[in-house]
């Protein structure tokens, strides 16, 4: 902890790696909770305070903890961040669900808002998508898919999903 | 949040497989819950809450009509288009949200 900063330079002077590991010195650490008086603002992968003091915190401080969880940047301990997209979509006619993997890739499904089990729909549907596509030696990643067999499988799991998951009339 | 509001409203219309009533009503990530209540005159009531909450449109529609309504459209002193600063309907509804089932003390 008492290393600062790691600078590496070629002979021609230019500098080919730079490392800045600052100590947070806490000069003034302190729990807060809701409602807050500060205004806090992403700033270079560190949550900070932008506008607003109280208590001895001032503008540049930045957020340690948030109840009780450490906080690395601006995802939690645990890895994960702040909140995902849009997972479900609620109307009158439908409900949207949407799973989104770690790669980008994003599963969208829209069905009756009584229709349960999409959840493991979703996954299913990756796990398909995942042995039809992705295995299809022919197949280029982000292109349209146009596999025979994820078609049919595809299928044979939505009907599965109907009759498994639906609560309302007629099925 | 008008633009996201607006672009997931018409985006409803154009993927509903039926006619809508109502149309979007909340959407959810990991964190948070949203809920949307839009009037005929084009005023929204927008609510954020913990996943666990389920539909609360009634609320969202007496907070419309029991507070906006009666505290704000209709007091003379209280421009309409423009920010509420009306005290008194800043106390009732925060009373009333603090009244309601889901609100829990916990979250201060």
């Known amino acids: 902890m008492a290393i600062f900063s790691v600078y590496v330079v070629n002979k021609a002077g230019g500098l080919i790696y730079q490392l800045d590991s600052y100590a947070p010195r806490a000069e003034a650490e302190k729990t807060f909770s809701y409602p807050l008086d500060l205004l806090l603002k992403l700033h270079d992968e560190r949550v900070l305070v932008a506008f607003g003091q109280r208590d001895g915190i001032r503008v540049g401080h930045a957020v340690l903890a948030i109840n009780g969880k450490d906080v690395n940047g601006k995802y939690t301990a645990d890895g994960k961040e702040g909140s995902s997209g849009i997972e479900m979509l609620e109307t009158d006619t439908f409900k949207l669900h949407c799973f989104q993997t770690l790669t980008g890739i994003k599963f969208v499904v829209l069905a009756d808002p009584r229709q349960a089990g999409i959840d493991s729909l979703l996954r299913k549907i990756y796990e398909i998508y995942s042995d039809f596509a992705l295995k299809n030696p022919f197949y280029s990643l982000e292109m349209p898919i146009r596999c025979e067999l994820f078609d049919q499988n595809l299928k044979l799991a939505l009907e599965v999903a109907e009759k498994a998951g639906t609560f309302g009339p007629g099925s | ?108």
């Open chain 2, 1 to 108: 949040m008008y633009g996201m509001l607006f672009s997931i409203r018409s985006f409803v219309s154009k993927m509903s497989p039926l006619d809508m009533k109502d149309g979007f009503l909340a959407f959810q990530t990991s964190r948070y819950k949203l809920h949307y209540y839009e009037t005929p005159t084009g005023i929204k009531v927008v609510m954020n809450t913990d996943l666990g909450v389920g539909p609360i449109r009634d609320v969202l529609h007496h907070i419309y009509s029991a507070l906006y309504v009666e505290l704000v459209v209709k007091n003379p002193l209280c421009p309409l288009g423009q920010t509420v600063q009306s005290e008194l309907f800043r106390s009732r509804l925060d009373s009333y949200i603090r009244s309601l089932p889901f609100f829990s003390a916990r979250a201060g």
